[in-house]
């Protein structure tokens, strides 16, 4: 007979492997399962914002992740979520590429993938100048100039943010008019660190060791490029929803899992945690991210363990 595991974690980022380490502790048998252990953690350069380091890289860090889930009994698998579904009993069946797993319980930790520019030279220097998160790496760019790329709430608000440090932030967007909240365009117009550029696309990044200048695809004062030290991109981000999406999980009008307050979902038995949720007022962090694995676990191990 197939072993039936009390949780199956799909998601090996730190929602994930947080909710495993919580799970352990609960002596909930369980399975983590992930298609890139570590998730998009593992592409930041230095954290500096995790509590008890003062500065620690993403793959350290979510290195240490793995040896306490390790040293608890659980190993992550390296394997792809081809399909969920609940089957007789309300007994989960996760599919992947390799086998077929059964759960009494599921805790979606998916995380979400930030949208990409596509263009020359976003892959090479990303960690090298190119950054998806103003709040890890601003601190990198004190004195220097930066560009941010997007037009909305995020852009304006991470164009902001940098001025702290940078010395200029060019605010570089494709439309005619930025789309962010009034308040947030009379603040960028009020801070004279903030060049806006619009009816513009950057088309390529290029730099030796690390980024040195943008590409325009419209001429920024007769120049077609910029000078620049760093590029952030805002351009939004996709919750890995698919799986959530086929098993009926209800999710808002941006497309993340709505959850209650012990991280449960409209469906028995499907939990969700980190990035992917509307749970913590969708502040993307880590430690958000890991908090909200462990409230998971807790709330599968009250469904499973003391009802």
Known sequence: MDEIYDLVIIGAGPAGLSASIYASRY???????????????????SIENWPGDISVSGFDLLSRFVSHAKSLGVTPQNESIVSVKKAVDDIFEITTGKNIHKARAIIMAMGTAYRKLNIPGEKEFT?????????????????KIVSVIGGGNA????????????????LI?????????????????????????????????????????????????????????????????????????????????????????????????????????TGSNKF?????????????????????KLK
């Open 27 to 45: 002596k909930l048998n369980h399975l983590l399962l992930g298609a890139q252990i570590g998730g998009q953690v593992n592409e930041i350069h």
């Open 127 to 143: 960690g090298k100048g190119v950054s998806y998160c103003a709040t890890c790496d601003a601190m990198f760019f004190r004195n």
């Open 155 to 170: 852009a304006v608000v991470v164009a902001l943010e940098l001025t702290d440090f940078a010395s200029k932030v060019y």
């Open 173 to 277: 967007y494709r439309g005619e008019r930025f789309s962010a909240e009034p308040v947030w365009l009379d603040k960028m117009t009020a801070n004279p660190k903030i060049v806006p550029i619009k009816n513009t696309n950057i088309i390529e990044i290029k730099g030796g060791e690390k980024v040195e200048k943008i590409i325009l695809d419209n001429a920024y004062e007769d120049n077609n490029h910029l000078d620049v030290d760093g590029v952030f991109v805002e351009i939004g981000s996709e919750p890995g929803i698919e799986l959530a999406e086929r098993l009926g999980v209800e999710t808002d009008e941006q497309g993340f899992i709505k959850v209650n307050a012990d991280m449960s979902t409209n469906i028995s038995g499907v939990f969700a945690a980190g990035d992917i949720t």
């Open 284 to 304: 993307r962090q880590i430690l958000i991210a890991a908090a909200e694995g462990a409230v998971a676990a807790n709330g599968a191990y009250k469904l499973l």
